[in-house]
């Protein structure tokens, strides 16, 4: 596949995922708010680590480097979700 095709495909993919984000938001008094947050968290992810794959050229470095950096995504989602966790408990 052509890179600029794989690099549009990408943005829309991201662009798709603010769009859901959006029209979620108006949604949001008709779902549960753990439901709500919890799809947000995903696809916050989602994004995060599409974009530190492609944007960012992880995904053409060697597996060691691309590793350490995904796990530091883990690990900084986790303590977001935490802290959700704690602003929702108050």
């Given amino acids: 596949m052509n890179t600029t095709y794989l690099y549009l495909l990408v943005f829309a993919i ?3 995922g603010t769009d859901i984000e959006f029209n979620l938001a108006t949604l949001q008094a008709t779902i549960p708010y753990s439901f709500y947050v ?3 968290l995903g696809l916050a992810g989602m994004k995060a680590i599409l974009i530190a794959m492609f944007y960012q050229h ?13 796990i530091g995504l ?4 986790l ?10 408990g108050h």
């Fill in 14 to 16: 991201l662009v798709g």
């Fill in 38 to 40: 919890s799809i947000l």
């Fill in 58 to 70: 992880l995904k053409y470095e060697p597996r060691s480097l691309s590793s350490w950096v995904i």
């Fill in 74 to 77: 883990v690990i900084a989602s």
């Fill in 79 to 88: 303590l977001m979700s935490l802290s959700f966790i704690q602003l929702h």
